[in-house]
């Protein structure tokens, strides 16, 4: 297990992409802001291992394929801004549906257009600047001035052969009417 050694907290995270947007988290507690999916080592887990479990954890009967390692990245904790979290990031994709589970309240599509005030200060400060610049992640530069929030995702939006969620759908939570899932 690699990491800072100055660091809180030590997590592994994924970066899961469909359609230009990164599956995110909202936690139950300890923070409104968007995380993402994954969770801190626990003794003798490697990253893989830590992975695996954090996703079973939060996002029920799923699997990770075809993992990359991306980077590592330390800062200022989502939930405690006198903490600091490093993250070690692996991209992969997401076998199953994934469905909030656990601590998770809820799960997004974060796009290119969402409103970056509503995330983590590892991912506006590091990882979305990181995966910008190596050409992992393709939005423009141009942002509007107006910005529109995150889109709340259904268990099934995350299979390939299904849209991802229209705006009509977007602002329901999975637990809501019509949601299924969460």
């Known amino acids: ?14 970066l899961a992409l469909h359609e230009g947007r990164l599956l995110l988290c909202r936690k139950q507690h300890s923070t409104a802001l968007l995380i993402l999916p994954g969770g801190c080592f626990e003794p003798g887990e490697s ?4 992975l695996t479990r954090e996703l079973r954890e939060e ?9 990359e390692f991306v980077g590592t990245y330390t800062d ?3 939930g405690d801004p006198a903490k600091t979290v490093c993250i070690e990031l692996y991209r992969g994709e997401l076998q199953g549906a994934p ?3 656990s601590e998770i309240a809820e799960l997004v599509w974060f796009g290119e257009l969402d409103d970056q005030a509503c ?5 506006v400060n590091h990882i979305l600047p990181d995966l ?3 050409g992992l992640l393709l939005w423009s530069a141009a942002r509007p001035v107006e910005l529109l929030a995150p889109r709340a995702i259904w268990s099934a939006a995350w299979l390939p052969s299904i849209a991802a969620p229209t ?11 019509g949601g299924g899932g969460q």
């Open 132 to 134: 910008l610049s190596r």
């Open 119 to 123: 995330l983590a200060p590892s991912l």
């Open 76 to 78: 200022q904790a989502a």
């Open 167 to 177: 705006r009509s759908t977007s602002a329901r939570r999975a637990s809501g009417a």
């Open 59 to 67: 996002l029920g009967e799923v699997a990770a394929t075809g993992l």
């Open 47 to 50: 990253p893989l291992q830590c």
């Open 99 to 101: 469905v909030a589970s």
């Open 1 to 14: 297990m690699s990491g800072s050694p100055l660091a809180d907290y030590h997590k592994v995270g994924l």
